[in-house]
């Protein structure tokens, strides 16, 4: 069941143009995307409640899956994809950016904007995870992304 709404979410949702319909479903590219994806459920960052974050670890977090999303986008060989791994890459550069500049006092509107940029990234890839698991037939049934991929990928209008 949960299998299946995540592949709803992932037919509907786009990362900058780029839906499900444009990822080839029999793409080569499918165990590097499995192992990250196994890598991404290993990254408390994407699902920790906020209270737990800490703004330093957060960076460190969001620094580490910078470089391996890099890594994977230099190792696949569909252009479609390489724009959603791109978006991510953009997106977690600009929230870097924005966690440099807070220092470590917790002001309350200095945690709001830690909060904004911090659910900024985790809905962008939650939308990412939903596109590429229905893409790829992965199961999250068993996975701590699967909570998050439905808590944070669909917005009701």
Do not use: W
């Not at 960052?45 to 969001?62: D, G, I, K, Q, Y």
């Not at 890594?71 to 600009?94: F, G, P, Q």
Request: net charge positive; aromatic share 8%.
């Amino acid at each position: 069941m949960i299998k299946d709404i995540i592949s709803v979410i992932g037919s509907l949702a786009s990362i900058s143009g780029v839906s499900l319909k444009d990822i080839k479903q029999n793409n080569p590219n499918k165990n590097e995307i499995e192992k990250y994806i196994k890598y991404l459920e290993a990254k408390k960052v994407l699902t920790e409640p906020f209270e737990n974050e800490v703004l330093c670890a957060v960076m460190r977090s969001f620094e580490e899956i910078k470089v391996n999303t890099e890594k994977l986008r230099v190792n696949i060989s569909d252009n479609y994809l390489e724009t959603i791994l791109l978006n991510l890459i953009l997106a977690l550069s600009e929230s870097l950016i924005v966690f440099h500049k807070l220092d470590l006092n917790p002001i309350p509107k200095k945690q709001y904007k830690m909060y904004r940029e911090l659910q900024k990234i985790r809905i962008k890839f939650a939308n990412a995870i939903a596109i590429l698991v229905s893409a790829y037939k992965i199961d999250l049934s068993n996975s701590r992304l699967s909570s998050f991929v439905l808590d944070l990928a669909f917005h009701a209008k």
